[in-house]
């Protein structure tokens, strides 16, 4: 089979066409597309996408019939596309391109996160339930962690890697918690400190691993996903150490099948350099020999709704950014956000959990919060 | 260390009195005790009781400390006691015995089950939200599951293992649905087959690994403790291939953790001669390449409220059995009981999980019911 025939019968088991009008549909603009995704598999589709060798006014659309079509499983050879699919790829980066990009990303600033994200700064998946709205979405999620953590006025909790501060503030306030929160960036660490002020809430810009004490709560809201596989035990472990005998862990971060063992290398490369999302097993065989599992929660689909509002406002603020990013990085950012919203959507990729663990099992059992 | 010394040191960390008169302590019969423990461990102490060489009135609680205590972690010499606490024990009985015991269990019959269990002949855990009577805790554990799995009039579901056919019956009678039930015991194919007559069930006197056909939901309530860890992988992909393509499936089953790596020898011996509790690592792996987890759901603490009810129901209608039965049996039965509503009560031994698993992941996301 040729290339270009192939990518043709990949699409079109995906439902989608090229030059075609539905949602999800793509324009071509450069005619040496399909090679350079046969060739560069997923990272080559976004690169290309990023250059402006492909449109797609519904990337997201895109992307969930991709990903939903199972194309790998239906098409023979698969070696050509399966990178597409399944990103299972040799890891391509320059790594100086990475550090760059990686600094890009993170110097973004307040500035840019804060048009984009909930007035709390969450960069988080909310908790849409019986709601559309972004901002509800994530206060609904601060207190749902509150009250699957049981949090009691007086209570020390601590937080692993804390971003903008947005739980501890929360979780001081409405349930007059100690909050010790780790974060090692500079930026989120101010910002942390000046809406945390007169707050029982202590902000340690310093890697999560020298947490020490005990504390009666530990939360962990978006860390995981920066762990590593290979650390997600000694995490697991210095959770255990920090909680006191009837104390309760809250790991709130996205997860993935196994099937889907490789990031994906553009997301890698552009987005989140050492990003690494776990699996169920690696999880599993994290915390089964140290604590209780009390309830694991899954709202993966409420991601997509997250990236959607997200993408909307970003789309909505552009304007004054502009200038300062350029078009390539709109297109990057873009395809981001709708690229992971699609993903998301299919339900069968990303998934969202909330796994709350008990050191030793709640005596009289643990009842969660929905 | 002497042999009763440091016997009386594990039970002294239990805070356990050797004739002492609190609840959990024991009285000893037998002065050759304390050998027969530290030679044979726990199948020692269980046929010790079983012989009344001691006793207890409080046996449930002796359990909870003992198995709350975590002596193993606190004292040395620890080869000389660890069998004890751990159960990492050769496996002793012999085979012969096994079987007859097993049958002797199994050949119970349906009067002697019906005077312990609920009116539904429910002999798995219930759910105790807002009740602490058992008939309704077995109602709402049916009914919860119903609603797990979303069961909508005219659907197709699935039972691997029915027991005495309380599921099947509830969930066509309440919900509509065509359940097709798999069980291998033909006292309890009977008694299922007469108390569904006239409702859309089917129950099938077959091994659950001849299932076959498509259906819009499977419900495996007690049957993943005898399936084995070798066969989980298997059975959740038999499972799979019985699921349509929006499906989901709903597992109930006791579950612990890795570090209780082996059955207790003495529960292995007289109660259940080829179970095998699984443990997460080994859940994850069967299911994570084929399944998404929507929801983990752990009520283990509602197993202690629901044996002793059962060792309650037992111990008043023991008249009717008596002279079929005997003493020894009595004693064995009570030791049962109360020791895994003991392990339950620790919440670090044995879990009760309902696992919700979709065939893609549903779509717009999965609401799970508590």
Chains 1, 2 share one sequence.
């Not at 560069?40 to 969930?64: Q, R």
Request: one cysteine or more; aromatic letters at 12%.
């Amino acid at each position: 089979m040729k290339k270009k025939q192939l990518m043709q019968k990949l699409l079109t088991l995906s439902d989608i066409k090229t030059n075609g009008e539905r949602k999800g549909d793509i324009i071509v603009n450069n005619p040496k597309l399909f090679s350079r995704i046969l060739a560069k598999g997923s990272l080559g589709l976004g690169e290309a996408y990023m250059e402006g060798w492909w449109d797609c006014e519904d990337l997201d659309i895109f992307f969930d019939k991709l990903l939903s079509a199972k194309v790998n499983k239906k098409i023979k050879p698969i070696n050509a596309i399966f990178p597409l699919i399944k990103a299972k790829f040799v890891n391509l980066q320059n790594k100086k391109r990475s550090k760059k990009v990686a600094e890009q990303h993170y110097d973004l600033g307040n500035e840019f996160y804060s048009d984009m994200l909930d007035k709390r700064m969450q960069y988080t998946c909310g908790y849409f339930k019986n709601t559309t709205d972004l901002e509800k979405a994530q206060e609904n999620k601060l207190e749902l962690v509150c009250r699957k953590l049981k949090l009691k006025k007086g209570e020390k909790v601590l937080e692993l890697g804390g971003g903008w501060g947005g739980f501890a503030k929360y979780a001081s306030e409405n349930y007059g918690v100690h909050v010790t929160s780790y974060n090692i960036s500079k930026e989120q660490v101010a910002y942390a400190r000046k809406i945390c002020k007169g707050l029982p809430v202590e902000i340690k810009q310093e890697d999560y691993r020298k947490a020490k004490g005990k504390y009666d709560k530990v939360a962990s809201i978006g860390l995981c996903e920066h762990v590593g596989p290979k650390n997600i035990k000694k995490f697991i472990s210095l959770v255990n150490d920090c909680l006191k005998e009837n104390g309760l862990f809250l790991l709130h971060t996205i997860g993935k099948n196994s099937e889907n063992k490789y990031t994906d290398p553009w997301i890698e490369k552009y987005i989140f350099p050492n990003g690494s999302i776990p699996t169920i097993p690696t999880m599993a065989n994290a915390f089964d020999k140290k604590l209780v599992l009390e309830d694991w929660h899954n709202f993966g689909s409420d991601y997509d709704k997250t990236l959607m509002v997200w993408y909307d406002n970003f789309n909505k603020n552009w304007e004054k950014h502009k200038e300062q990013y350029g078009k390539t990085f709109h297109r990057m950012w873009r395809y981001y956000l709708l690229m992971c919203a699609g993903s998301f959507r299919t339900r069968n990729n990303g998934q969202l959990w909330q796994i709350v663990l008990s050191k030793n099992g709640i005596r009289n059992g643990y009842e969660s919060e929905r």
